[in-house]
């Protein structure tokens, strides 16, 4: 079956440096989206990707989208503590294009040290 | 997303108990699924509900385990004869129809089998 793999697991990094997490799918993905949860919370949406090659930007956040569309990026620029959490990719493994079955991967804790 | 609301936010339960988690859709969506998460592991798709039918419950393991989602009332996931390996976190989402976008989970139902 498809597999979702992140790595790193673990990332701790001083405030104010960058972080990147990476995730690699075994199958081509029609999309791939990633959520964050914080310690103890739920996962929370934080963007969607569809197009070969996309990058999108929140802020400080730029996520890219693989040529192939089986690899995707999340790169945070001068961390600060609120970005504290486990970062999440996702891609679908439902069939006629329905997202509801999301095939996560472990996820990359991010700590942040103040 | 606090429109899903989950219940009971923590629940203890022995071995051999059993365990019921309830989840209320947010207003207007008839679509529910739920997704199970060990501890320190990504979310694993369970089951796909719409009112009064399941739709998809491939990722429900075969015994002890059911779901159900009546016409009037939450969904409802139920854990028979509870072992230590169900310990984990229950997340449910909701939306309007098959939906194609992202997930908003409620906050979860954290079950500790003792």
């Known amino acids: 079956g498809q597999q979702v793999m992140q790595i790193p697991q673990y990332q701790h990094v001083q405030e104010g440096e960058d972080f990147t997490t990476y995730c690699n799918s075994s199958?081509?993905?029609?999309?791939i989206q990633w959520y964050k949860q914080r310690p103890g919370g739920h996962p929370v949406f934080l963007i969607q990707?569809?197009?070969?090659?996309e990058v999108k930007k929140q802020k400080r956040l730029t996520f890219q989208f693989g040529e192939a569309k089986k690899n995707s990026s999340l790169h945070i620029t001068a961390t600060q503590t609120t970005d504290v959490g486990t970062y999440f990719c996702?891609?679908?493994?439902?069939?006629?294009?329905?997202?509801?079955?999301?095939?996560f991967g472990k996820g990359t804790l991010l700590t942040v040290n103040p | 997303n606090a429109g899903v609301m989950q219940n009971p936010r923590h629940l203890v339960r022995r071995r051999g108990q059993e365990a019921r988690l309830r989840c209320s859709p947010m207003?207007?969506?008839?679509?529910v699924y739920w997704y199970r998460q060990l501890p320190e592991e990504g979310l694993k798709f369970m089951v796909y509900?719409?009112?009064?039918?399941?739709?998809?419950e491939s990722g429900m393991p075969k015994e002890r385990f059911s779901a159900e989602f009546p016409k009037e009332g939450p969904s409802i996931l139920r854990i028979q004869q509870v072992v230590r390996g169900d310990s984990a976190a229950y997340f449910c989402?909701?939306?309007?129809?098959?939906?194609?976008?992202?997930?908003?989970f409620g906050e979860g139902s954290r079950l500790t089998v003792l």
């Open positions: 990707l569809v197009k070969s090659g």
């Open positions: 509900l719409q009112k009064e039918n399941i739709i998809d």
């Open positions: 989402a909701s939306s309007p129809t098959v939906y194609t976008g992202e997930l908003f």
């Open positions: 996702a891609g679908p493994t439902g069939s006629g294009g329905s997202n509801y079955k999301l095939t």
């Open positions: 199958t081509t993905l029609s999309n």
């Open positions: 207003k207007g969506h008839s679509h």
